[in-house]
């Protein structure tokens, strides 16, 4: 089992009282974690990306908040692109699922796996195979 301590030692904070800044991707392959929840994770810690993508109330899901800042101004700096499409295969081919709650118009993305405060589990999730694609022949 991995060290959830472990985890906030790779995180540079800028004090003990604040919440971790940075997720180096580094320390991803160390546990076979992929890059790409990675740096979803790392964008979800960052306070000033709240009003484009947060996580949800319970931690359970994050929701984006600004579909066109987050494609104009996230994607390019994390991914190379500012394809929402393409992120939200991405999402797809690691079995993120969309969900919708009462009274809530943004998109919320949501797996079993990836939760707030639980970077000790992301090593759990895998991405789909292609024999697994439904249109792959």
Known sequence: MINPDHELSSVSPQSQDEKPKRVRTRNSTLFNISTFLVKIYEILSKAEMEDIIKWTEDGLAFMIIDQ????????????????????????????????????????????????????????????????????RI
Not at 104 to 114: E, G, K, S, T
Not at 119 to 129: P, Q, T
């Open 68 to 135: 066109t800042k987050f494609s104009n101004e996230v994607l390019p700096i994390y991914f190379k692109h500012s394809n929402f499409s393409s992120f939200i295969r991405q999402l797809n081919m690691y079995d993120f699922h969309k969900s919708k709650r009462k009274g809530c118009p943004h998109q919320m993305f949501q797996h079993p796996q990836f939760k707030r405060d639980r970077y000790d589990e992301l090593h759990l999730i895998k991405r789909k195979s292609n024999s697994s694609h439904p249109l």
